[in-house]
């Protein structure tokens, strides 16, 4: 299926690794132009470099912290043309109420909840102007499958979901889509360094983190590449009456709500 994005440009956040790194593959794959963002320069040059070189297509990178609303606006103005935005950057502190001070938070809704926002609003401010644009929220799916021991990633999540359902609900009208997904586990290094832990807790060996993953649906976690794919498609012509709405990429872990525990 021919998806109608060559030529279009990308803007990605937290693309020097994991779900963002294997966005930025996917759109170019599709001979999209990718500009790339995150905190750390090597990877990010690493990886636009080789993006480009597998793919023939244009790569700018952007080294920045976005929990900072000054890069935020910075970035809007460079990047006030792309086509596309995949908000993707953040990492909410994991643990239940009683382990999080009001720093954690903070840190982690600075970056991810009003990262996302912050720069949603500058983007969206110029594909408004210029009736088109797409906006792809990575969210994730605590947001709906509330989680007492990620309780601040699962208020987040859910502000992120009402949030883009707010927007992406009126922005057809001005030429704008604004559409999520919710990935469930995700295998990534971040997922592997939690798990390695927790691991190391439960067995006392951290190389048997991957059997934490035996009870997800078809034992294993989802590809970075899968999520990828999905963002794709949805930031793509195909997709061009969905807007306003939250897609759900977790195997149907969320969907299971029977009372009696699923093995």
């Known amino acids: 299926m021919k998806l109608g994005l060559e030529g279009k440009s990308v803007l990605i956040t937290g693309a020097s690794k994991g779900i963002g790194l294997a966005t930025a593959r996917a759109f170019a794959q599709e001979g999209c132009a990718v500009h ?48 596309v935005l995949v908000n993707n950057a953040g990492e909410v502190p994991s643990g239940p109420i009683d382990a999080l001070a009001d720093a954690d938070w903070r840190r982690g809704y600075d970056l991810k909840l009003f990262g996302y926002i912050g720069l949603t609003r500058e983007l969206y401010a110029h594909m408004k102007k210029r009736r088109s644009g797409v906006i792809v929220n990575d969210i994730g ?33 001005h030429g704008v889509r604004v559409v999520g997904v919710n990935p469930g586990p995700v295998r990534t290094e971040r997922m592997e360094k939690i798990n390695r832990r927790r691991s190391l ?57 029977s009372v009696i525990k699923l093995k």
């Open 201 to 257: 807790d439960l067995y006392g060996d951290e190389s048997r983190w991957m059997d934490l993953c035996s009870s997800f649906p078809g034992g294993r976690p989802a590809e970075a590449s899968e999520v990828a794919d999905l963002i794709v498609f949805l930031a793509s012509p195909r997709a061009a009456y969905i807007s306003g709405t939250v897609v759900t990429i977790d195997g149907g872990l969320t969907s299971r709500g």
């Open 141 to 173: 799916n605590s947001g709906e499958n509330f989680d007492y021991n990620y309780i601040a990633g699962s208020t987040g999540n859910a502000a992120l979901m009402a949030f883009t359902r707010a927007l992406g609900g009126a922005s057809l009208d």
């Open 36 to 83: 790339l963002v995150a905190r750390s320069e090597g990877l990010l040059r690493e990886a636009a470099k080789t993006i480009a070189a597998d793919h023939g297509v244009a790569t700018a990178v952007y080294p920045c912290d976005l929990s900072r609303a000054e890069n935020i606006e910075a970035l809007g103005r460079e990047c006030a043309n792309v086509d």
